[in-house]
């Protein structure tokens, strides 16, 4: 992506003003905070998601919420809420509005309004150059819109363990308090062992086993592309040599090895559901 696809103004397209570069993943801007708050505001703003807000994530007195009258009726006002927000998170670091963000992800009911509101607070992200995009509900360490897409997708299979591994890797990568990227990688790699189980009938074998047994499953694909998937297999799960213990230790492990995994699984299981699908192998939605 080129900083000119990205809108960027006169002066920063022509050396006069300096181009933004992107922040780490703690760095939330001023204009980002603004951006992500209105992009909140533009999609979701309601009375009973306002009233959540206030009782669940400010931890107030309902008693105190701001509100209007229209008859018998009561409307928590939610530009005052956010208001309140921002004046008591002021001497915190800006990105007190991720938690806020992820809070209402997982309070919004409404399907049609939580995807608009992944989508602008995503433009938002690209926008102001931050480090993170919206997948799944969490704000995730990654930038790249291709990488994004692979993880929603894969996310999609028809299995209910793909899903839920997959989900965990996410999260697992995504804590900003306390990142677990050993258990992502293991939970990204058995997500792609999930799925080649139940395209190969074969629910006790492990993964590279399952790969070499992909072919009398009549799923074809090029038997390098077997060969170095199974290897990288092996990379986090041979006992023998050890590997596995200095893999998974997480003093050894950053974000990048983890971001990697669930990108490279991801993408490989979005691979196989087509060719599974090809070979007539209809994957149940139910397991």
């Known amino acids: 992506m080129t900083h000119q696809n990205l809108g960027l103004p006169f002066s920063q397209r022509y050396g006069l003003a300096p181009v933004p570069t992107v922040p780490s993943v703690d760095e939330v801007s001023q204009d ?18 306002a009233l959540r807000i206030w009782a669940e994530f400010l931890h107030q007195s309902i008693t105190d919420a701001p509100r209007v009258m229209t008859g018998i009726n ?49 433009r938002a992200f690209e926008r102001d150059f931050a480090a993170v995009r919206m997948v799944d509900g969490l704000i995730t360490p990654i930038t790249d819109e291709q990488q994004s897409e692979e993880i929603r997708l894969a996310m999609q299979t028809p299995l209910a363990g793909v899903q839920t591994q997959l989900r965990s890797a996410l999260a697992l990568m995504s804590d900003r308090q306390e990142p677990k990227y050993g258990d992502s990688i293991k939970n990204s790699i058995s997500a792609v062992e999930t799925l080649c189980r139940k395209i190969t009938g074969r629910s006790k074998v492990t993964l590279g086993d399952a790969l070499k047994q992909l072919k009398d499953s009549e799923v074809r694909f090029h038997p390098a592309l077997a060969r170095a998937f199974g290897e990288m297999y092996g990379y986090t799960s041979d006992d023998t040599s050890g590997i596995r213990h200095a893999m998974m230790d997480e003093g050894h492990l950053e974000l990048e090895d ?6 490279t699984c991801s993408a490989f299981i979005n691979y196989l559901v087509v060719k599974a699908d090809k070979a007539g192998i209809k994957l149940e939605t139910q397991e």
């Not at 927000?85 to 399907?111: G, M």
């Not at 983890?258 to 990108?263: E, G, H």
């Open 258 to 263: 983890a971001r990697y995994m669930l990108v």
């Open 32 to 49: 980002l905070q603004t951006d992500l708050l209105n992009a909140v505001l533009s999609t979701c703003a309601g009375s009973e998601l």
């Open 74 to 122: 009561v409307i928590y006002r939610f530009p005052d809420v956010l208001d309140s927000a921002k004046l008591r998170f002021q001497r915190s670091p800006r990105w007190w509005v991720y938690d806020l963000i992820e809070f209402i992800c997982r309070e919004l009911d409404d399907a049609y309004a939580r995807a608009e509101l992944h989508k602008e607070l995503n």
